[in-house]
């Protein structure tokens, strides 16, 4: 976990994750959408980049300017953005109802974040997991 909120563990990152995933892409677009500053964000996107979260593409050479694009790292962030989206769905909503809906592109449907085990495909919740330790246990208490 202390890992993970090294990388994304401050409300401007998640909101710049965000809006990566809503396809916001220029330096501009995420100042403006954000209402952010400047230095804040260049900040934040070079701790993405740094990380391996997000990629620079040039998209003009006169000046150089660049986008901002997921890797397959960031890509994978994706279960952690929706997981947060479902709490404020359930815990932070009003009567307008939910803000974005999401749909499953495969079979059309509208669907609910939700976590499912890999092995049964049941429910995962917090009162049906134990947590174990792996093999990387000792290193990672090392590592704090």
């Not at 997981?83 to 059309?108: F, I, M, N, S």
Request: glycine fraction near 8%.
């Amino acid at each position: 976990m202390a890992r993970t909120v090294s990388v994304i563990g401050d409300r401007w990152t998640l909101l710049i994750l965000r809006d990566c995933f809503l396809r916001v892409r220029r330096f501009e677009a995420f100042e403006r959408r954000l209402g952010i500053t400047r230095h804040v964000l260049a900040d934040r996107l070079k701790k993405l980049v740094e990380a391996g979260v997000l990629r620079r593409v040039a998209y003009q050479r006169r000046p150089v300017r660049y986008e901002y694009r997921l890797t397959e790292k960031g890509l994978d962030l994706n279960a952690v953005l929706l997981a947060l989206v479902r709490w404020g769905d359930l815990h932070k909503g009003d009567e307008r109802g939910r803000p974005t809906l999401y749909q499953h592109q495969d079979c059309g449907h509208l669907f609910d974040p939700v976590m499912t085990c890999s092995a049964c495909g049941g429910a995962v919740t917090a009162r049906n997991v134990r947590i174990l330790e792996g093999p990387g246990a000792a290193k990672a208490a090392n590592d704090s």
